[in-house]
Structures are given as structure tokens and as C-alpha cells.
Nanobody, 119 residues
């Protein structure tokens, strides 16, 4: 059974930091490109950060570039999103996504974790 379970969301003050975690199971983790998406109130889901190749190259949305870092641990089947200097506009539900590198129609989503940035 494929599972992506996100944790680490919560309430954080502007300027603070947060680390989201995604635990993957039920599929061969190394064969998948891992990404983080988010969906803010009244907004479409958008890509936040992703690994672009097996070599570990990353890509970030312009709105988070320099503040956010995606990382993965293939040994633990985990992917992380470190968020620093958070802003109120980072408020959203954050989703972990796994997309097969070769068969890109094969995609899995987690249930999401809420991040709220507010003082």
C-alpha cells in the first residue's frame, strides 16, 4: 500500500522556521522524483520544490527561493522541506508528491500538512 505521510506543520510566527517531513512507503523510493507542493486559501496547488534529476539537482518556486531547502534520505525513504524566514503568504497546506521518473503518469500524493504563518 502506497503511503506518503507528511508531518511537521503547525503555527509559526513570521520570520520563523519549520521543517516538514514526508515518510514514504509502499513503492521503490529511489525510482521516484520527490516534490513538495502547496495550496493556499483560495489558490491553486503550486509546486514549491522538487528534485529535477537523479543527481539531486533541485528547483524552487521563485516565491521561496533562498528560504526553502528540499532534501531526501533514500536510506530512510524520507523527504524534507526546511522552511526559513517564513512569511504569511507561505500559509498553505503542504503536500508531498512522488512521481515515477520514467512513467510520469504514476504519481502519489500525501494527505497534506497545514502550515500557518501568523503572529
Amino acid at each position: 500500500q502506497v503511503q506518503l505521510v507528511e508531518t511537521g506543520g503547525g503555527l509559526v510566527q513570521p520570520g520563523g522556521s519549520l521543517r516538514l517531513s514526508c515518510a514514504a512507503s509502499g513503492f521503490t523510493f529511489s525510482l521516484y522524483r520527490m516534490s513538495w507542493y502547496r495550496q493556499g486559501p483560495g489558490k491553486d496547488r503550486e509546486l514549491v520544490a522538487t528534485f529535477t534529476s537523479t543527481g539531486g539537482s533541485t528547483n524552487y518556486a521563485d516565491s521561496v527561493k533562498g528560504r526553502v531547502t528540499i532534501s531526501r534520505d533514500n536510506a530512510k525513504n524520507m523527504v524534507y522541506l526546511q522552511m526559513n524566514s517564513v512569511k504569511p503568504e507561505d500559509t498553505a497546506v503542504y503536500y508531498c508528491n512522488a512521481q515515477h521518473r520514467e512513467f510520469d503518469l504514476i504519481r502519489y500524493w500525501g494527505q497534506g500538512t497545514q502550515v500557518t504563518v501568523s503572529s
